[in-house]
Protein backbone atom coordinates (compact mmCIF):
# COMPACT_ATOMS: atom_id res chain seq x y z
CA UNK A 1 0.00 0.00 0.00
CA UNK A 2 1.32 3.36 -0.57
CA UNK A 3 1.95 5.97 1.95
CA UNK A 4 2.52 9.62 2.11
CA UNK A 5 3.00 10.70 6.06
CA UNK A 6 3.75 13.98 6.75
CA UNK A 7 5.70 15.82 9.45
CA UNK A 8 3.29 17.31 12.22
CA UNK A 9 1.50 20.95 12.29
CA UNK A 10 3.70 24.02 12.76
CA UNK A 11 3.58 27.31 14.39
CA UNK A 12 6.34 29.68 13.58
CA UNK A 13 6.84 33.51 13.43
CA UNK A 14 7.74 35.60 10.56
CA UNK A 15 11.20 35.42 9.27
CA UNK A 16 11.80 32.43 11.19
CA UNK A 17 13.12 29.41 8.72
CA UNK A 18 11.13 25.55 8.20
CA UNK A 19 11.92 22.42 6.46
CA UNK A 20 8.90 19.67 6.60
CA UNK A 21 9.24 16.44 5.44
CA UNK A 22 6.82 13.55 3.58
CA UNK A 23 8.34 9.92 3.91
CA UNK A 24 7.11 7.94 1.28
CA UNK A 25 6.14 3.69 1.61
CA UNK A 26 5.06 0.88 -0.55
CA UNK A 27 5.92 2.24 -3.73
CA UNK A 28 9.57 2.70 -5.51
CA UNK A 29 10.52 6.22 -3.80
CA UNK A 30 13.02 6.52 -6.85
CA UNK A 31 10.88 5.98 -9.75
CA UNK A 32 8.02 8.50 -9.18
CA UNK A 33 8.07 12.42 -9.24
CA UNK A 34 6.84 13.56 -5.87
CA UNK A 35 5.64 17.32 -5.24
CA UNK A 36 3.94 19.70 -3.17
CA UNK A 37 0.74 21.46 -3.14
CA UNK A 38 -0.51 24.53 -1.22
CA UNK A 39 -4.09 25.09 0.13
CA UNK A 40 -4.30 28.71 2.27
CA UNK A 41 -7.11 28.82 4.78
CA UNK A 42 -10.59 28.29 2.65
CA UNK A 43 -9.13 28.42 -0.90
CA UNK A 44 -8.63 26.23 -3.45
CA UNK A 45 -5.42 24.00 -4.40
CA UNK A 46 -2.30 25.36 -5.73
CA UNK A 47 0.77 23.16 -7.56
CA UNK A 48 4.17 24.19 -6.21
CA UNK A 49 6.72 22.01 -7.28
CA UNK A 50 8.06 18.38 -7.83
CA UNK A 51 11.39 16.31 -7.68
CA UNK A 52 12.55 13.41 -9.09
CA UNK A 53 14.30 11.84 -6.16
CA UNK A 54 16.17 9.26 -8.73
CA UNK A 55 18.42 12.09 -9.62
CA UNK A 56 17.16 15.27 -7.72
CA UNK A 57 15.58 17.55 -11.06
CA UNK A 58 13.53 19.88 -9.80
CA UNK A 59 10.49 21.73 -11.02
CA UNK A 60 8.81 25.00 -9.74
CA UNK A 61 5.58 26.64 -10.44
CA UNK A 62 6.62 30.38 -11.67
CA UNK A 63 4.61 31.41 -8.59
CA UNK A 64 6.52 29.56 -6.05
CA UNK A 65 10.00 29.18 -7.81
CA UNK A 66 12.66 31.39 -5.36
CA UNK A 67 10.22 31.32 -2.33
CA UNK A 68 10.76 27.35 -1.37
CA UNK A 69 13.07 24.63 -1.81
CA UNK A 70 12.10 21.42 -2.52
CA UNK A 71 14.56 18.46 -1.94
CA UNK A 72 14.40 14.93 -1.26
CA UNK A 73 16.97 11.95 0.50
CA UNK A 74 16.41 9.11 -1.48
CA UNK A 75 18.47 7.06 1.48
CA UNK A 76 15.14 7.25 3.76
CA UNK A 77 12.13 7.87 1.21
CA UNK A 78 11.88 11.45 2.22
CA UNK A 79 11.14 14.76 0.32
CA UNK A 80 10.98 17.91 2.10
CA UNK A 81 9.88 21.29 1.84
CA UNK A 82 11.39 24.59 3.35
CA UNK A 83 11.60 28.12 3.40
CA UNK A 84 14.72 30.50 4.74
CA UNK A 85 12.32 32.76 5.62
CA UNK A 86 8.60 32.78 6.57
CA UNK A 87 5.92 34.95 5.73
CA UNK A 88 2.34 35.40 7.32
CA UNK A 89 1.03 34.42 4.14
CA UNK A 90 2.52 31.27 3.67
CA UNK A 91 -0.07 30.01 6.51
CA UNK A 92 -1.53 27.04 4.57
CA UNK A 93 -2.35 23.36 4.74
CA UNK A 94 0.68 21.81 2.68
CA UNK A 95 0.56 18.49 0.89
CA UNK A 96 3.06 16.20 -0.28
CA UNK A 97 1.84 13.93 -3.38
CA UNK A 98 2.93 11.75 -5.87
CA UNK A 99 2.62 12.59 -9.38
CA UNK A 100 1.88 10.28 -12.07
CA UNK A 101 1.14 13.29 -14.10
CA UNK A 102 -1.91 13.44 -12.50
CA UNK A 103 -1.43 13.61 -9.19
CA UNK A 104 -2.43 9.48 -7.57
CA UNK A 105 -1.57 9.65 -4.06
CA UNK A 106 -1.71 12.56 -1.18
CA UNK A 107 0.13 12.70 1.90
CA UNK A 108 -2.51 13.84 5.12
CA UNK A 109 -1.29 17.38 4.98
CA UNK A 110 0.96 19.24 7.50
CA UNK A 111 -0.71 22.86 8.55
CA UNK A 112 2.17 25.76 8.97
CA UNK A 113 0.72 28.71 10.82
CA UNK A 114 2.78 31.75 10.70
CA UNK A 115 1.96 34.45 12.99
CA UNK A 116 3.69 36.83 15.30
CA UNK B 1 1.36 29.58 -17.51
CA UNK B 2 -1.92 27.57 -18.42
CA UNK B 3 -4.79 29.14 -16.32
CA UNK B 4 -7.56 26.55 -15.54
CA UNK B 5 -10.78 28.09 -15.27
CA UNK B 6 -13.76 25.70 -13.44
CA UNK B 7 -17.84 26.58 -14.00
CA UNK B 8 -20.05 27.44 -11.56
CA UNK B 9 -18.20 27.94 -8.64
CA UNK B 10 -21.01 26.71 -6.71
CA UNK B 11 -23.75 23.93 -7.91
CA UNK B 12 -26.85 23.30 -6.26
CA UNK B 13 -28.02 19.95 -6.99
CA UNK B 14 -30.71 17.34 -5.33
CA UNK B 15 -29.58 13.62 -4.26
CA UNK B 16 -30.17 11.50 -6.94
CA UNK B 17 -30.03 14.00 -9.62
CA UNK B 18 -26.99 14.73 -12.24
CA UNK B 19 -23.96 17.01 -11.85
CA UNK B 20 -22.25 18.32 -14.87
CA UNK B 21 -18.93 20.43 -13.82
CA UNK B 22 -16.63 22.27 -16.54
CA UNK B 23 -13.17 22.98 -16.75
CA UNK B 24 -11.73 25.08 -19.30
CA UNK B 25 -7.94 25.65 -20.20
CA UNK B 26 -6.65 28.58 -21.47
CA UNK B 27 -4.47 26.85 -23.83
CA UNK B 28 -4.89 23.25 -25.37
CA UNK B 29 -3.21 20.20 -22.78
CA UNK B 30 -4.57 17.91 -24.66
CA UNK B 31 -6.13 14.93 -22.67
CA UNK B 32 -3.80 15.74 -19.60
CA UNK B 33 -6.30 16.44 -17.47
CA UNK B 34 -7.25 15.01 -13.86
CA UNK B 35 -10.23 15.79 -11.59
CA UNK B 36 -9.83 15.41 -7.91
CA UNK B 37 -12.90 15.34 -5.16
CA UNK B 38 -11.89 17.26 -1.61
CA UNK B 39 -14.25 16.49 1.11
CA UNK B 40 -13.95 19.06 4.35
CA UNK B 41 -10.96 18.57 6.65
CA UNK B 42 -9.67 15.50 4.09
CA UNK B 43 -6.94 15.39 1.45
CA UNK B 44 -7.71 15.73 -2.25
CA UNK B 45 -8.76 12.29 -3.97
CA UNK B 46 -7.79 11.44 -7.54
CA UNK B 47 -11.50 10.83 -9.96
CA UNK B 48 -10.41 10.54 -13.15
CA UNK B 49 -6.67 11.00 -15.45
CA UNK B 50 -6.39 10.99 -19.00
CA UNK B 51 -9.34 13.25 -19.14
CA UNK B 52 -11.85 10.22 -19.19
CA UNK B 53 -10.12 7.45 -16.84
CA UNK B 54 -11.74 6.53 -13.36
CA UNK B 55 -9.22 5.68 -10.91
CA UNK B 56 -9.19 2.40 -9.07
CA UNK B 57 -12.00 2.10 -6.73
CA UNK B 58 -13.84 5.27 -8.23
CA UNK B 59 -18.05 4.26 -8.91
CA UNK B 60 -18.65 4.31 -12.52
CA UNK B 61 -20.82 7.62 -11.73
CA UNK B 62 -18.35 9.34 -12.40
CA UNK B 63 -17.54 10.00 -15.59
CA UNK B 64 -15.32 12.64 -17.56
CA UNK B 65 -14.96 13.53 -21.39
CA UNK B 66 -13.69 16.21 -23.32
CA UNK B 67 -10.17 16.87 -25.26
CA UNK B 68 -8.14 19.96 -25.78
CA UNK B 69 -9.24 23.15 -23.59
CA UNK B 70 -12.71 21.67 -22.73
CA UNK B 71 -13.29 19.52 -20.57
CA UNK B 72 -16.43 18.12 -18.07
CA UNK B 73 -17.09 16.02 -15.32
CA UNK B 74 -20.40 14.25 -14.97
CA UNK B 75 -21.87 12.55 -11.78
CA UNK B 76 -24.69 10.80 -12.86
CA UNK B 77 -26.38 10.43 -9.80
CA UNK B 78 -25.86 12.17 -7.03
CA UNK B 79 -25.09 10.24 -3.64
CA UNK B 80 -25.18 12.27 -0.09
CA UNK B 81 -21.03 11.12 -0.27
CA UNK B 82 -20.50 13.33 -3.35
CA UNK B 83 -21.40 16.82 -1.97
CA UNK B 84 -17.80 18.20 -2.23
CA UNK B 85 -15.15 20.46 -3.40
CA UNK B 86 -14.19 19.43 -7.36
CA UNK B 87 -10.98 20.08 -8.81
CA UNK B 88 -9.07 19.80 -12.13
CA UNK B 89 -5.73 19.76 -12.93
CA UNK B 90 -3.43 19.82 -16.24
CA UNK B 91 -0.86 18.13 -16.37
CA UNK B 92 0.44 19.13 -19.99
CA UNK B 93 3.58 21.00 -19.14
CA UNK B 94 6.13 21.13 -16.30
CA UNK B 95 4.12 23.70 -14.60
CA UNK B 96 0.88 22.05 -13.41
CA UNK B 97 -2.06 24.18 -12.47
CA UNK B 98 -5.51 23.82 -11.09
CA UNK B 99 -8.73 24.76 -11.39
CA UNK B 100 -9.74 27.03 -8.84
CA UNK B 101 -13.18 24.47 -8.00
CA UNK B 102 -16.17 24.15 -7.78
CA UNK B 103 -18.54 22.99 -4.62
CA UNK B 104 -21.33 20.62 -4.88
CA UNK B 105 -24.07 21.09 -2.09
CA UNK B 106 -26.87 19.82 -1.90
CA UNK B 107 -30.58 21.79 -2.78
Known amino acids: EVQLVQSGAEVKKPGESLKISCKGS????????IGWVRQMPGKGLEWMGI????????RYSPSFQGQVTISADKSISTAYLQWSSLKASDTAMYYC?????????WGQGTLVTVSS | EIVMTQSPATLSVSPGERATLSCRAS??????LAWYQQKPGQAPRLLIYGASTRATGIPARFSGSGSGTEFTLTISSLQSEDFAVYYCQQYNNWSWTFGQGTKVEIK
Open chain 1, 97 to 105: ATHSGWIDY
Open chain 1, 51 to 58: IYPGDSDT
Open chain 2, 27 to 32: QSVSSN
Open chain 1, 26 to 33: GYSFTSYW
